[in-house]
């Protein structure tokens, strides 16, 4: 079983601040994805990172994953409340049917 | 498009009782997941199916059943419910687990055992 740590477990942040969160595993990635889940709902994808090294920007978000492919963390630029929720990195590892995921990173953003 | 349907939204059991949750989806993808989320936590995969007919286990099996007769539903059955299954219950499907391929989840079933 891949054990994929998140950190911090929890953080509330004033709107306008930046903030950034970290997915960590023992074991190569294969891929990784961020997703995020609001109150109520399912997790929805933001983005998925492939190569080491890679660097992907959505909007005020910026994802980056390890070069060794063992790490990847997630950063935002001037937080909005519209940014609050469940933050969840997930991985497949080739030759696995599913997909792992993290514990989350819950954020609040405060107006 | 409805993408993946989960009923019911929320449910209260009995310890002892059983029930199903269903799921459906409308996007022919073959892959389909059953995860529970307790609170404050990630996702933890129940079981999974890769096509109509086939199923297998995740991390937390016990005290779940499914099947898979067609490629649109993968319903979760709980045969003798237990306080410890109290969780969020999500449905996800998938085309394929390729390296960047996305899960599409369903709202989720919020069930109480009590």
């Known amino acids: 079983t891949q054990l994929l740590e998140q950190s911090p477990q929890f953080l509330s942040i004033q709107e306008g601040e930046n903030l950034t969160v970290y997915c960590n595993s023992s074991?190569?990635?294969?891929?990784l994805q961020w997703y995020r889940q609001e109150p109520g709902e399912g997790p929805v994808l933001l983005v998925t990172v492939v190569t080491g090294g890679e660097v992907k920007k959505l909007k005020r978000l910026t994802f980056q994953f390890g070069d060794a492919r063992k790490d990847s963390s997630l950063h935002i630029t001037a937080a909005q409340p519209g940014d609050t929720g469940l933050y969840l990195c997930?991985?497949?590892?080739?030759?696995?049917?599913?997909?792992?995921f993290g514990t989350g990173t819950r954020l609040t953003v405060i107006p | 498009n409805a993408g993946v349907t989960q009923t019911p939204k929320f449910r209260i059991l009995k310890i002892g009782q059983s029930m199903t949750l269903q799921c459906t989806q409308d996007?022919?993808?073959?892959?389909m997941y059953w995860y529970r989320q307790d609170p404050g936590m990630g996702l933890k995969l129940i079981y999974y199916s890769v096509g109509a007919g086939i199923t297998d286990k995740g991390e937390v099996p016990n005290g779940y059943n499914v099947s898979r007769s067609t490629t649109e539903d993968f319903p979760l059955r709980l045969e003798l419910a237990a306080p410890s299954q109290t969780s969020v219950y999500f449905c996800?499907?998938?085309?394929?687990?390729?390296?960047?391929?996305?899960?599409?989840f369903g709202s989720g079933t919020q069930l109480s055992v009590l």
């Open positions: 996800a499907s998938s085309y394929s687990v390729a390296t960047n391929e996305k899960l599409f």
């Open positions: 074991s190569v990635f294969s891929s």
């Open positions: 997930a991985e497949t590892s080739t030759g696995a049917n599913n997909l792992f």
């Open positions: 996007m022919n993808h073959n892959y």
